[in-house]
């Protein structure tokens, strides 16, 4: 399973990647809104960070016909390379535009998907990513897990190789359900990744091992022991 950090913050992105085994992160205009520098100066250190770590980042385009979406495309790739994923919307310009991308050689993610033929129509289209809104999904009244796993089916079913790139959560059980469903990918919040491994057994336990050691060993470390 991919693990995608969803923010446009770079220090953010980097304090996830010390920690955990992250394939890269992604944005949308609603996050890029958020930035709290100038975005050319933003998409600089996106590039560089990109480059180091060999990461994939997702950006999507703000244009409203294919025409544009798919220039836009084609500037994003040459400035990203071929780290970059662009984010289509799942409407009628942006299946088009996901062909004509595809033709060029260029990632696409078809992204605001709400339904498995949604989904469907990107793959087919030659996507290699759809991303399903989850919560989105449940705000509307269907299901967004439930969803997921039809999609998953689908295109085990019909051989396609586009990903399945889960977004939008609100809890951890939502992610954890999606792993079970077969999943590709997820893309989450920074907090989201501490809640994650975030268990309090597992506290308890090393509570337990501390208090052992320090009265037997005081202060020492194991390693303090190796002649």
Known sequence: MEFY???????????VNEYFPIDGFTTNPNILTKANKPLSE????????????????????????????VEQAQ???????????????????????????????????VTVVHSMMQALMAAKAGADYTA????????????????????????????????????SFRTVEQVEKLAVAG???VTITPETFDML???PSTDVSMQGF????????????VSDYLE
């Open 210 to 221: 501390n208090r052992a050691w320090h009265d037997k060993f005081g202060d020492n470390q």
């Open 75 to 109: 500037r994003l790739h040459d400035y990203f390379g071929d780290r970059l994923v662009v984010k289509l919307p799942a409407v009628r310009e942006g299946y088009r535009a996901c062909k004509r991308c595809k033709a060029m050689g260029i990632d696409v993610c």
């Open 132 to 167: 399903p809104y989850i919560s989105h999904i449940d705000n509307i009244g269907a299901d967004g897990v439930r969803c997921v796993d039809e999609i998953v089916k689908a295109f085990d079913r019909f051989g396609y190789t586009c990903k399945v790139l889960g977004a």
């Open 183 to 185: 999943c590709h990918a």
């Open 197 to 199: 491994i975030a268990h």
């Open 42 to 69: 933003m998409f600089g250190e996106y590039r560089t960070y990109i480059e180091e770590t060999g990461q994939r980042i997702f950006v999507q385009v703000t244009a409203d016909d294919a025409d544009g979406m």
């Open 5 to 15: 950090v969803d923010i446009a913050d770079m220090d953010a992105v980097r304090a």
